[in-house]
């Protein structure tokens, strides 16, 4: 092993390479300035497109991380083109040498980039997502090389390394569709009329300007009992996963004006389960 290495490392020192000189460092410094340029220009003009584009607003998107890949790897080509040219036995050499980084140093740098590159051609998600790991849940705004930045509903950026596809659950809550089912619970005193509260709920939901009904995307209201009180849930689509708070809020406020006008209450717990249990 010690005698390959020392090879492949005196066949690298006989590379072509060309003398580093003020016009080389221009010409790589040009290669990446114009990547990141063309990047985020090309990011811009397809995230503009895709927000005109109405329900194929996440297929435009999902172009952006094979676009960022292709571009990238073409800037790194240009960049070894610019230092030297190198014959195919030093590839090889070149190749064992970059093996052994990855193993001691860069693994996790290149398993964030495999993942990236998964994501981008197997889509567990895309970009405009609505999706859930590691125990955060948010939307999808970005898929680079390295990580996946979403933005939570408190609006805080979180970035999640690429390399989580491997060996984390991912829950995308939408699966690349612009609409999503959004869950609604209410909760009314055990002894409310559940018959009464079910159509209530019912009436806010498919008169809501948010929901999406259809023969695929039915909406379902359903009852369950408990014994301190008597849990009302709605499950039905919205037309636009960006309007799922929009929908819940809405539809909880106008269910609750509707229920209290009707006389029905929320639970009252009896006083001896309103307080924590001791752990």
Not at 147 to 168: A, G, L, Q
């Amino acid at each position: 092993m010690v005698i390959s290495t020392l090879n492949e490392t005196e066949a690298i020192a006989e590379w072509p390479f060309r003398t580093f000189d003020t016009g080389m460092i221009l010409e790589i410094v040009y290669i990446i300035v114009v990547a990141y340029v063309l990047v985020k220009i090309l990011s811009y003009l397809l995230r503009r497109i895709a927000d005109k584009a109405g329900s194929y607003r996440i297929t435009a998107t999902m172009i952006i991380p094979l676009l960022k890949i292709v571009i990238y790897a073409s800037a790194l080509y240009f960049i070894i083109a610019a230092v030297l040219q190198p014959s195919l036995s030093q590839l090889v050499a070149f190749s064992g040498l970059f093996g052994a980084a990855l193993g001691f140093g860069l693994k996790d740098v290149f398993a964030d980039i495999i993942g990236g590159i998964v994501i981008a051609f197997e889509r567990p998600y895309q970009i405009g997502d609505k999706i859930s790991v590691q125990g955060t849940y948010g939307e999808v705004k970005d898929i680079g090389l390295r990580s996946t930045r979403i933005v939570t509903p408190d609006d805080s950026s979180v970035s999640i390394p690429n390399f989580s596809v491997f060996n984390e659950a991912t829950a995308s809550a939408n699966a690349g569709k612009t609409e999503m089912m959004v869950v609604i619970d209410l909760f009314i005193d055990a002894h409310s009329d559940a018959g009464t509260a079910m159509a209530i709920l019912r009436d806010a939901v498919v008169t809501s300007k948010y929901v999406y009904i259809s023969p695929t995307r039915p909406y379902t209201i359903l009852l369950a009992d408990f014994p301190y009180y008597k849990r009302i849930r709605a499950k039905a689509y919205v037309n636009d996963l960006r309007s799922e708070f929009e929908f819940r809020s809405e539809v909880t406020r106008r269910a609750w004006i509707e229920l209290q006008r009707q006389g029905i209450e929320p639970p009252r717990f009896p006083a001896h389960v309103t307080e924590a249990p001791a752990e």
